[in-house]
């Protein structure tokens, strides 16, 4: 008999260019391409047990049951893989998260990519990473970055609908650090799936799905040729160009605090003085400040000279999603 | 003989829809049409004495004798005066404002509307408004807004590039206050003259531009309808719009302090608890903070609240640009 059990370890990732807004809800076609690096040490641990006992999917997230959206949410995601292996099999999520959910850092992405795996190792299919991502990005849109490593670039084949990430440069590729600044540990209050919904209401949309190619191809040459400060300028701008298109939403959404701004403002100070550094905001306050390794030690001893920094996490390019021993 | 000298005063004006952008340099066409409001209080009185015996113009600026780029920029200005008039003496001219320039509001509309009428009754000449608020846009595009009197719309003919101000509303029409919270009273680093040349680099201001008529129709019904709910969601998008296209031009333009945004975040919970008040920032940190008349205790005293203010200035909507006796 097939193993009922499996186990997989995913990191969240941090867009350089950033997905923002859907094109095709029914198939999660996103409304522009994206690049991304998988962070190291932070990780989602979810483990997916099938047990012919059970009559409903259950979830514990961080050692809690948990039920509502969550738990439905991770379930829906099971029945599609359910029907890939065509088992008719309830299964106990374990799901443990090294980083706090649901601030900006992408929570749902590692949650998502490490579902999938685990979710179909459970079940005995053994899916290509091409597969596995193609699958994730129905959990999350961004968790199909989380599923091949170091570098990424999900992109989708306007023809076909083709959609799904694959690694451009490996995690040795450049030593970069991920600081991530982190200013609140509170939920926010609306989610990124449900705010990117509103998207098209901004004026300014349009204008940045137009002119994604051209970005995509400044930083997929900076990562390539290892040229960080033209991948702090356009990771900037297209930070700045997804936080144009919240706040210029109806509703608008600000997910900036003011310290999130005061720290936007040293971190290009910084870099006028010559130190490789940059900044990017997903959906939420906290800021990645992004370095080059050499760096780390000054920015982060002057990002503990800003007040209202709570916690410093520390990110290297990870690996792609991976199986582990079921626990 | 005609008279040689004469004085003016001018109100500032705040832009609920805004100019940012030039379409054509050299005829000082806009890329936009916009809306303001003459701010009264706020005032520059400024009085021209043209003097055969000058050998070239000078300025005395709040007091101090300045010279170097605001004499340059005055006396040019002059020149197109001069050239009208067909006159070709020299002038001093004393200027003085009774608030904080080259901060985020818009000394220089003060200043060039208050010079445009000075200059031209000194020397006999006697505009039309239409005529006034047309020259004055050659000394700084937004003064021709301080042309007209209370709420002001600013438009351009396409076809035969006619493009001045004029009132569609008196300074009666409606009480609202502009709050205006001054939290640095430094000279901005990079001007809005200079600044609004970059507007074009930003992938976003083309799609601002296209989507201005939207808003100037939103605007304009909001005021003749004392439709204050109306006014605060397309005023903040349109300053969100503008700050939006600057923080993503080449290179990027950040007006913003976080203090800034933290006043803005809470202008938006203090809307949502009901009370009627909306944010607009120009280029600059300063947060104009507009409020119903009956409102002003109520956000005068939540503004105390927020650290990092220095000032709060008051202004309600104001009459024209208008002769004073000479000082």
Not at 241 to 247: E, N, W
Request: aromatic residues 6%; charged residues 20%; proline residues 6%.
């Amino acid at each position: 008999m097939k193993p009922m059990k499996a186990a997989a370890i995913a990191h969240p990732n941090i867009a350089f260019i950033k997905y923002w807004g859907i094109r095709d809800e029914e198939r999660k076609l996103p409304s522009n391409d994206s690049i991304s690096m998988n962070i190291g040490c932070l990780s989602t641990r979810t483990s997916v047990a099938y047990d012919p006992q059970l009559t409903s999917d259950t979830l514990t997230l961080n050692g809690e049951r948990v039920e509502g959206e969550p738990l439905s949410r991770m379930s829906q995601f099971l029945d599609r893989i359910r029907k890939m292996a065509g088992a008719n099999l309830y299964a106990h999520i374990d799901s443990e998260n090294n980083f706090p959910i649901g601030a900006g850092i992408a929570s749902s992405a590692s949650a998502f990519a490490a579902l999938a795996l685990a979710g179909t190792a459970g079940l005995g299919l053994n899916l290509s990473e091409e597969a596995l991502s193609r699958l994730a990005r129905f959990g999350s849109g961004s968790a199909c970055r989380s599923v091949p490593g170091g570098f990424v670039e999900w992109r989708t084949n306007e023809d076909t609908g083709e959609s799904y990430a694959f690694s451009i440069a490996s995690k040795n590729h450049w030593a970069l650090v991920d600081l991530v600044a982190i200013l609140s540990d509170q939920h926010k209050q609306v989610g990124s799936e449900a705010g990117m919904l509103g998207a098209d209401t901004s004026p300014l949309q349009a204008a940045r799905i137009q002119d994604a190619p051209r970005r995509l191809e400044l930083c997929r040459s900076a990562i390539l040729n290892r040229d960080f400060d033209a991948l702090a300028q356009v990771t900037e701008q297209d930070s700045n160009l997804m936080h144009a298109v919240m706040m210029t939403s109806h509703p608008p959404l600000f997910y900036w605090h003011p310290q999130s701004l005061a720290i936007m403002l040293s971190v290009r100070d910084w870099r006028a003085e010559g130190i490789p550094v940059t900044y990017t905001l997903d959906a939420g306050p906290n800021v990645h400040v992004i370095c080059l390794q050499e760096a780390m030690p000054e920015v982060l001893s002057r990002l503990r000279q800003i007040t209202g920094i709570i916690d410093v996490l520390k990110g290297v390019p990870a690996g792609p999603a991976r199986l582990l021993q079921p626990y």
